[in-house]
């Protein structure tokens, strides 16, 4: 099956700094990048969706300002969690689709982010 | 309301029962349907798509009433690495991809020795 690889794993960062974390799609062009939050023993949450090119639409109750996406290629998008606070700690997914056939999405490893 | 619903479990079953989950959604123009599963700590990994006239994948059998909008996975012969959270997941549009997903909390099972 395709592979969607994600970087860091694991991030633990103080209060205030910024996070970014990359999602790369690795043998296919993915025209479309989502991303998803996972609360501990919560369903994940679909946070934005990002088409190569354009800007990412965000899910109601996401804040654009705080969540940076840039989907600057067809295999790479990134997430900038801004100002991170402790609340923001959550397991952070992206998945990847392709207009070329692919119709399903394929999930990263996740980011598990720990904001002290 | 929520829009997927699962019985969170967990479902603690001996190894080599049949076990049954059930997932319900909210969303009537909800096109597709899957079963997810999830390790522990790990991202989630496509199980089954799962169709109106239902499909069977070796020892998972999987079927959708839309009518009365639930979803239900049938694992036979439970092994040990069947443990994991099953997700009941929909989408609005046909096709599993180019729309975001919505995912159920997931149905905890733990096969037992």
Redesign the interface.
Known sequence: GAVVSQHPSRVICKSGTSVKIECRSLDFQAT?M?W?RQFP??????MA?SNEGSKATY?QGVEKDKFLINHASLTLSTLTVTSAHPEDSS?Y?C?A???GG????Y????T?LTVL | RKEVEQDPGPFNVPEGATVAFNCTYSNSASQSFFWYRQDCRKEPKLLMSVYSSGNEDGRFTAQLNRASQYISLLIRDSKLSDSATYLCVVNAYSGGGADGLTFGKGTHLIIQP
Request: hydrophobic share 35%; proline share 4%; charged share 15%.
């Open positions: 479309t989502f998803y023993k919560q369903s994940l949450m679909l969706t899910e397991f997914i998945s689709w392709s207009s692919l119709d399903t999405q999930f990263g490893p996740g598990r």
